[in-house]
């Protein structure tokens, strides 16, 4: 496995592989990998004979006050799992590599980012767009793989690939959890055993909420009311929303008659949780 760091020597590595009709599979990540980020890997080495995992704590999509300083990271433990999952190449740039002095250019989605985690991270989607639409020309990938995890985020990414007409075939991997239900997620690592005990109300609330629309319920508010009580029962849990939102446009659901989807965050302590299901009639 190469481990490369500048964009100059991605780039001619990319040409490289392209010009010998090699095909090109990006997985973008921050690092401090789980089974979830693997799963993507092999998700890309089905699609693409050359797997590049991206590892960059991108500054861009972290607000004031955010955990950007307190990301874990640990590149040795990250280095090793991606070449036992058979990653090709990691690429890892240091941030004044891909945000150098004097760094002007941004891309902004008019819509998509104003619902659901864009409301209380008002430039989060801003930093993901454009650190996704750099890694595209950095790597040149032929197909890239996200994880439905950031359900938001993959939207996003399908959004902006078609807005702007990148040739890249964009993959949505499943959630993976651990064996008691937890999305697995980096940000786990900051749960002591008391908070990790409550983050799994997340989940349950989320397996309530299919349970109700598939025995017919289809009010969101009584479906959402019962996810809410779930987790409002266990301590240190701050709801920061709880939403069913249509599952290609993030607009409102009055009534659960198709799939829908069910998203919700939740600070456990220090840090905020993501999660999500599709609730189906
Ligand atoms: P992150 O390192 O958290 O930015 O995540 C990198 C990629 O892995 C994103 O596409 C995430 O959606 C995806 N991902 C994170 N956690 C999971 C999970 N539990 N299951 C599947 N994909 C995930």
């Given at each position: 496995m190469k481990v490369i760091e500048t964009i100059a020597e991605m780039q001619a590595h990319a040409d490289t592989i392209r010009m010998g009709g090699g095909r090109i599979a990006l997985v973008p990540t921050m690092g401090y990998l789980h089974a979830g980020h693997l799963s993507l890997a092999a998700i890309g080495g089905r699609h693409a004979d050359n797997v590049v995992m991206s590892i960059f704590v991108n500054p861009a999509q972290f607000g004031p006050g955010e955990d950007l300083d307190a990301y874990p990271r640990n590149f040795e433990r990250d280095r090793s799992m991606a070449a036992d999952a058979g990653v090709d190449v990691i690429f890892a740039p240091p941030a004044s590599e891909i945000y150098p002095d004097g760094y002007q250019t941004h891309v902004v989605l008019a819509e998509l980012p104003g619902h659901l985690c864009g409301r209380s991270r008002p430039t989060h989607f801003r930093g993901v767009a454009t650190v996704v639409t750099k890694l595209f020309n950095i790597v040149k990938p032929h197909v890239a793989v996200f994880g439905r995890k950031d359900y938001q985020q993959l939207l996003v990414v399908r959004r902006l690939v078609r807005d702007l007409n990148f040739d890249i075939r964009i993959i949505g991997g499943q959630i993976v959890r651990e064996a008691d239900g937890l999305a697995m997620s980096s940000?786990?690592?900051?749960?002591d055993p008391r908070r990790r005990h409550s983050a799994l109300s997340l989940s349950r609330a989320l397996e309530k909420a299919r349970e109700m629309v598939r025995s017919g319920v289809a009010d969101p508010a009584r479906v959402i009311g019962a996810a809410e009580a779930e987790i409002r029962s266990c301590p240190d849990t701050v709801i920061d929303y709880i939403e069913i939102r249509d599952a290609e446009t993030l607009g409102p659901v009055e009534t659960i008659d198709r799939p829908a989807l069910m998203a919700l965050a939740v600070k456990v302590g220090k840090p905020r949780l993501i999660d999500n299901c599709i609730l189906t009639p």
């Open positions: 940000r786990n690592a900051y749960l």
